[in-house]
């Protein structure tokens, strides 16, 4: 059964500073790793994805991230954040071949500070 | 196409009465998730449909909680009776899933926030 672990739940940040949210998959296969973004009052929304290839994948809004199969992460990053990058982002993984169902991280609040 | 649509997006009820939650999925979307999210136990996946049809319901927490699909467009969410531990945001997503891989990603929509008092 595949599982996600993201070590923390709230990330407090100044903006234009660096930042990375951490994730850890664990899963017997091959997987899908994705990061949605979740504004106030709204539902998620997907910032990027990995299938195949590349190890880094670039998102919208400046965020990237990689994948990482030997310590099984999947890490969030941007250079330099804004006040609007606040809020809750989650890591989500899935099993190609199998259902295709993402399995969701608990979450991770990101807190700009101007 | 305006994206998965709930509604309402606000519910309040007072506890024993019946919650219907309903989601219009995207066109051409071939699989429907519900999804409840709470502070405690983040976001879990209570069921989800492919072609109408429901394929696994195990994540429904209770004989009080029921989901439909009555067709390609329209799919129900109820709980009889309401509880106030059913507190929580709800959300619909639909998938493209069809046969390409890059079809894996879940367009969810804005959630309803449910308050059984």
Redesign the interface.
């Known amino acids: 059964a595949q599982s996600v672990t993201q070590l923390d739940s709230q990330v407090p940040v100044f903006e234009e500073a660096p930042v990375e949210l951490r994730c850890n998959y664990s899963s017997s296969v091959s997987v899908?790793l994705?990061w949605?973004v979740q504004y106030p009052?709204?539902?998620?929304?997907?910032l990027l994805?990995y299938?195949?290839g590349s190890t880094l994948v670039k998102g919208i809004n400046g965020f990237e991230a990689e994948f990482n199969k030997s310590q099984t992460s999947f890490h969030l990053r941007k250079p330099s954040v804004h006040i609007s990058d606040t809020a809750e982002y989650?890591c989500a993984v899935?099993e190609?071949g199998g259902?295709?169902?993402?399995?969701?991280?608990?979450?991770t609040s990101l807190i700009v500070h101007p | 196409d305006a994206g998965v649509i709930q509604s309402p997006r606000h519910e309040v009820t007072e506890m024993g009465q019946e919650v219907t939650l309903r989601c219009k999925p995207i066109s051409g979307h071939d699989y429907l998730f519900w999804y409840r999210q709470t502070m405690m136990r983040g976001l879990e996946l209570l069921i989800y449909f492919n072609n109408n049809v429901p394929i696994d319901d195990s994540g429904m927490p209770e004989d009080r909680f029921s989901a439909k699909m009555p067709n390609a467009s329209f799919s129900t969410l109820k709980i009889q009776p309401s509880e106030p531990r059913d507190s929580a945001v709800y959300f619909c997503a639909s998938s493209p899933r069809g046969s390409g891989v890059q079809n894996t990603e879940a367009f969810f929509g804005q959630g309803t926030r449910l308050t059984v008092v």
């Not at chain 1, 009052?41 to 997907?46: D, F, K, S, Y």
């Not at chain 1, 259902?99 to 979450?107: K, N, Q, W």
């Open positions: 899908y994705f949605y009052n709204q539902g998620l929304q997907l994805k299938l195949s989650f899935s190609p259902s295709y169902i993402p399995t969701f991280g608990r979450g």
